[in-house]
């Protein structure tokens, strides 16, 4: 009763024991160091959130994860927090998205699982029973769970969008985007960021306007999702490390509560050497500076293997009427990224 209680109220206890990240003994890199304060950050906004739900307020709720590739950020906040939020309201409608149908498939599949009691180390099923009801909705891209209380409703407790299938027919109460770009689409189609920006602009009208919307990822450009709905919507808040003078600075028209990483702390020592040693983010750094700064430091665009930063780029350039009139030639030298 004590344990059920506790994961119930605080998703870092969920995602340690409820969901089992601390049992499995492939969840080494799960530390209070770095992941409590993540899930302090989200579970403190949902309670927030969930409150003014409750007294019928309405404007979305818009969370951003920005945080280095392989910090469990998938298994924390795309699984284990959707989950720790049926807790708190049982009819929550949750779209779980990603860059193709069959990634965030695969995401929806480990939610399941725990939810049926098939993850040994798992303890939901024991804390909370099986939540599998034969009689409702149970595919592989989207089920109702047996705890649905109010069943007029047409979305299902969990459901599936990606880029490649476009946005999602339904109004979920949260939506959660999972990195909608990889190498992989970058490689396969050249317009794949335009398409993912598109996409993701196309989620807003779907979502209610009591809704929650988490954007959990790592950036690659400084034109992909992330870094877009940052130019656009712009920064309330930011929590977790300072974001370079890259970044808009938070307003109190901006709309993003941001958590921000970088895999080096100040000092240039890694952060969470649990996942990534000193020396294998020397190594990745020194054979791919570019994508290091991208993926690891989350800032694409800058570093020592930068030249010109492209706000420096972008700076350069002026119309020709702002010319002064003695200047008769203009001259523009570039070299393109292979990427």
């Known amino acids: 009763d004590l344990l059920r209680e506790a994961c119930r109220v605080s998703l870092w206890d969920f ?7 601390q049992a499995n003994p492939r969840g080494h890199w799960l530390t209070p160091r770095v992941h409590k304060p993540i899930c302090d950050f989200l579970e403190e906004r949902a309670r927030a959130w969930l409150a003014r739900r409750a007294l019928h307020q309405q404007g979305r709720e818009k969370l951003m994860v920005m945080v280095p590739r392989g910090f469990g950020k998938t298994v924390c906040i795309t699984k284990a927090f959707p989950m720790w939020l049926s807790l708190q309201d049982t009819d929550l409608a949750v779209v779980i998205d990603s860059e193709s149908a069959t990634k965030a498939v695969e995401f929806l599949s480990s939610i399941k699982t725990v939810m049926e009691g098939g993850d040994p180390y798992a303890l939901w099923s024991w804390l909370y029973g099986n939540w599998c009801d034969p009689n ?39 939506l959660i985007l ?9 490689r396969e189609r050249g317009n794949w960021i335009e398409l993912a920006v598109k996409h993701t602009n196309a989620l807003i009208p779907a979502l209610r306007t009591d809704s929650m919307m988490v954007v959990v990822g790592t950036p690659y450009t400084n034109n992909d999702v992330l870094n877009t709905l940052i130019e656009t ?36 020592k890694t952060i969470l050497p649990e996942a990534w040693s000193q020396e294998e983010l ?22 020592e293997h930068m030249p010109l930063t492209e706000e420096q780029i972008s700076n350069l350039y002026c119309e020709r009427k702002d010319l002064p009139t003695v200047m008769h030639y203009i001259s523009l030298h570039s070299i393109a990224a292979d990427h």
């Not at 999972?178 to 970058?186: F, N, T, W």
């Open 15 to 21: 995602v340690r024991h409820a969901f089992g990240v």
């Open 136 to 174: 409702r909705l149970w595919t592989k891209a989207q089920f109702t769970h047996a705890c649905r209380k109010q069943l007029s409703l047409t979305e299902p407790s969990f459901d599936t969008c990606s880029v490649e299938t476009g946005a999602t027919g339904s109004h979920p109460d949260v």
């Open 178 to 186: 999972d990195d909608p770009i990889s190498q992989e689409k970058l």
């Open 233 to 268: 919507d712009g920064i309330k808040e930011v929590h977790g490390m300072k974001m370079p003078e890259i970044f808009p600075r938070p307003s109190p028209k901006g709309q993003w509560s941001v958590y921000f990483l970088q895999a080096r702390d100040s000092e240039g």
């Open 282 to 303: 020397d190594d990745y750094e020194r054979k791919r500076p570019v994508d290091f700064a991208a993926q690891m430091m989350c800032t694409p665009g800058s570093g």
